[in-house]
């Protein structure tokens, strides 16, 4: 992540009523919050992200202007309370309020806040309090306490029946004052926030203010425990395959042959959540963001830009297409940016040009996304200025690190016409007689021929370090084909906001079916080899080769929010509902060929006089459980 | 089985593939010696073990090192060079010069020891092209092993998650659920530096390492993308060892720096004073609020003294942090220290992890007798029909008794099955009248019989990058206000306004351009 907001960022505005704005800060805009007022984009720009920024009122004839607010005086509130002696009751004597009152001047208004639940009930300022109905339900005292700014409990106590009587509230119910908490705010409190736009934050504002299926109703705890017990993380330096330098007039034949010994860290996806799930999975491996270099941070910070500009050829091509981005005044919703040759999808030979078969595709720390659709939807990668269905894309770390291929290319290749299709080929002649539209054209068939050849071969290979999936298709039939392809002791980890498509999973590896499946007494099972066992097809009593994983677990995690005040520090009283989110986890495994028998002997030792011998029938050979664990239960 | 260099590689890089890299990085595809495997003996028994290839007889086993477990006996020989995953059969191993007499591991059972003589069966010895391969050397002197002919455990590359349930305690230790949700807070990611303060058992150390890590420091090359690194710290002088050790056995050298450090006294700086230049922070320690301190942009108060400040932090951005403490008290006082320190979006959340089981549900009056059957009615009608069965047996009995005395009429109605019935039948009613243990029943979740209601709370905050004046005029300087008004406003447009705006921007721009925008729009969505 950038340490300042860059320009065309796209970025989160935090709102004093707690919710977000995501815009793209396009340099030279005004950026407008609605009631709270607008300002410059150009403002904020080249700024530090997570300072809360003051919109100030602009004086004729000046420039606009914002205020950085500070930490003490975002808090002060919460220190005054832990300051005073009497904290533990918000309305009663002594506590900082008091001096709230003296203030009834100009501009200032008050609200009341109920200390529950932090909602502002009634807001109105002085001047409003003051109408003919207070005058009627006040004394000629209280209005002259009211008027003078009395700092004494009388006067706020005033003020906060009249807020009350304003909003009917204590017609409707009944209150107890101390059940709200008097806040002097000004008019509205013009003051935002900007945050980064990176997998946490984006995902906390889609499930919570925009639309929580597009993303399955996956929290943050979910994105975490799916990661790690996918053991997500980055996949090693990147390795590209030799360019073959194939001429126009060859195919097939020059096509670079997939090494597999050189095809490491790579997770293999099913994302039904339009990218959010590939976004948390990039941002682990660190190709979501662009790189960020020392040289960051140009905005006039003197002498540690210098002896950091050594960077790789790729860093150092994409850094400068940036601030060419930059230069150029961009249009405010591209976040793509302009065209520039597909080749520069290739940042590390910068040769003279890449021959159209050269494999864009780093063979190490990339992801493998297989979609059902012919196109994936990864809609949201657009944040972070990736957009997969660009033919001419600004370099991205996505873009060497990102496959995708199609069910049916990965199963069935022979009948997906562009796996299928042998490329293109002319000789230099002809070429050369061609418009350049279409010369163009043919380039572009054969470029893409060789990726998909590469990627769905590259697939096939298999061997891929875990699979992570948050999908809304039945993970049983993801497993059967996807088993395969994983690396022994390759981990799985599967999201789904409800529990039953994961139990009926788990189902298929439960101990009586593992035990039924290695004692050699299904049928069907006998006299197969352990290639056609991987390649399980799958039947009624047996969808998955029970075998073939690990360890299979369901779990659900949820954070449970507290307010931490002087005082009332208590859990949330209301919560995001919906779906509560689950994940299965499990690693690959590789069985040992023919039948395997549990040991299964167990002795009690040295406990009472006549130890148990537990699991006696075990050791006769008669219980066949995979792990030990179902004969060492006694049983009762 | 070490995966050749590709030919873009270096040599440097060769050099440190070979020996270096972490097998909780890159395991590679099988296992290797004198690496780290996880045993997975049963489904939460997993025993870390230290590969070794040993050249002879090895502690009285002529087979080498061997694992003794319940589970039959285990030499490293079998289980070097085989692909992670692997299924491992037990062996019958020799017990040569090691005797009968000897006092053998507690779990061990005395005749999986089984002779030489014995081991006569055909059964082929497991993995043993692999092994030889691997073993190289080892194999002159090394009994090839024999496979015995039950018994069996899995091999599993290690993972934070494995190790976390491995691994030695020496303390508490943080857990996935806890860790999985403050990495991902803290935005720990390739290329972050992470403080950890105390390390512990490295439970978390072992998880902000895979999270951070982008590739090993090298010496030759100083440039390009800054490197990910644990700094952690920890006071108890036999834990820093055991943990240094580890790091090492691990191959984390260059990616977790471990100090022997009071850190509410000594702070965070490292080599005599270097900033480690945190993104991330991680304190679970008693006392948070005495660490908090050390952890500030420029001195705060509290600290006397007037030596220049060096703050541990990354002066250039946002610092995220999180404590970890299980008493509400801790965290009233942290939250109060973090306020008084600067931190912002201060935010605080406790973890609840709930683990399900699935099982079949199976209840019926028409299953066979087997375990974890209920020969109950399933039910009301089966229920009725039951019933109505034993008043027709019992009219029927009534008629035939006439009258006589009623000494059987307990016989009646035999309780359904269940106590008396043999273990033999029990097992073997798979596969009668189509009946599957597996498939019958309804599929139930149910959670584990014991669950953990609090580990710790989680408190969360920032702390922004600081901002000066000077900053603010150049940052002013280069992004000048005052052009805004020949540019379309953003943020909350009316409808008629965007639509607008859309209209221009078709006509100047052409179509291609404009339906980009458009879905960019789309994500932007209504306001
Ligand atoms: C609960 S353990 C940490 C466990 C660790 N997070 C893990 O996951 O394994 C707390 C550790 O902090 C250490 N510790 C306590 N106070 C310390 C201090 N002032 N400086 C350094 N370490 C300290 C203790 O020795 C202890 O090992």
Redesign the interface.
Known sequence: ?H??IR?NAWVA?KLPAGMH????V?????????KYG?F????I????????FEIQDRQPGE??RLR?V???E??AE??AD?ASPGCATPTGPGSSEAAVISAVTTGEEFSLVETESGNVVARSNAEQLLDETARQTLTQDEIEALKRGDGTNAGKDVIEKLLLSHTALDQKTSFSLAKYKLLKTKKYIRRF?VLPI???NFANWQLEE?DASKVLDMR??M???V???A?V?????E??L?DPQATTEEGEEKLPAI?E??L??RWLVVDDTCGALVAAMA????VLHP????S??????GGEEEG?K???TG?DAEDSDTEMAEAQDP??????GDATPADAANP?PRKPRASDFAIPFS?TNTITVIHSASQPNL??L??WGF?IT?PCHLPHPLLNHLLNLTWLQLLKPELDTSYFTPPLVADAETLAGWKPSRRGNFHRKRRRWARIRHIVDSTRAG?FSGLVCASTMDPISILKHTLPLL?????VAIYSPT?EPL??L??CF?V??RT?WTSG?VAEVINKSAEELERWPGT??FPLNP?LL??T??????????Q?L?GR?H?LMTERGGAEG?VFTA??????EGR????????R?KTEAGAVTVGA?AAA???KAE???AA?EP?A | MQ??I????TMA?TTRQEQKISPF???G?QTKASSLAIL????DNLLPVYLQATAGEHDGYAEGVVVNT???SFPHSTMIG?????????SKVDTGSRGRKRKRP?DD?P??AATPQTANETEAP?ESGTQAEDAGNATAGVKQAVA?????I????P???IWTMSLPHRTQVVY??D???????I?A???SVVIEAGAGSGSFSH?AV??V???YPSSTTT????KGKVFSYEYHEQRFHKMQKEIVEHGLEGLVHLTHRDVYNDGFLVDGGRSPGADAIFLDLPAPWEALPKLSRRKPESIPGDEEWVSPLNF???VYICTFSPC?EQ??RT??AL??L?????????????????V?DRVGLHLPVD?GVNNTPKDVDEAITRLAEIEDRFREHARLAKGAADEDVTDLAPPPGGQNSS?KAM?DV??KEGY????DGR???RGEPEIKTHTS???FA?L??E?TE???A???????????Q????????DKAARKKERRELLQK?GNR?AR??E???K???E?
């Open positions: 992540m340490s300042t320009p505005l704005r995501v815009l793209q396009a340099p030279n805009t005004t950026i407008s919050l609605g607008s410059p984009a150009n403002l720009i080249g700024r530090p992200y997570h300072l809360t420039a606009p950085v500070s930490p003490s975002l808090h919460a220190l832990e926030q990176d997998v946490p925009r943050a705890e994105i975490g425990l990661g790690c017990w053991n993380h980055y996949g090693g330096e390795v590209f030799e090494q010994e050189q490491r860290g941002e682990r491996m660190g790189e960020e270099s020392d960051d941070s140009e905005e006039g910070q950091t050594a960077m790789t860093e249009t405010p919703s591209e976040p793509t590390k063979q809609s949201f657009n944040y957009d660009s061997n690396a022994g002791g390759a981990p529990i139990a009926q788990a189902d439960s009586s079916r039924a007494s009624d009593d075998s690990l360890g677990s369901i779990q659900t995690s949820r954070a449970r929010r507290w931490v002087p520090t859990p689950y690693w690959r495994a590789k069985p040992a395997v028998e549990a040991k299964g002997k167990f002795k030792r029938e050979g008669v219980v792990t030990g664990d060492v049983e | 995966p050749p590709a030919p873009q590689a890089l990085l890159e395991p595809l997975q003996l049963s489904r319940r589970y039959g085989v692909p992670w995953g692997s299924q491992i059969r037990a507690t059972d005749d999986a497991a015995a002919s039950s018994g069996f899995h091999i599993l590359p993972t934070p998650e996935t659920p860790y999985s949700y403050i990495l991902h807070r935005r990611r390739p290329g998880a895979r999270a890590y982008n590739g440039t390009g993308k800054r250039k951005k946002s509400i965290v009233t939250v109060s306020r008084r600067g931190w912002v979006d201060i935010d605080m959340v406790e973890i609840a992890n709930r683990k399900l089981h699935t079949r375990r273990k097992n798979n596969g599957h243990s597996w498939v599929l139930v979740t709370y989680l408190v920032i922004p990058r901002w000077e900053d603010e150049a940052a002013l300087a280069r992004y000048p206000v005052g052009s805004e020949l540019h379309p406003v953003v943020g909350s447009l721009q351009k980009r925008k879905r960019a729009e994500l932007l969505g306001p």
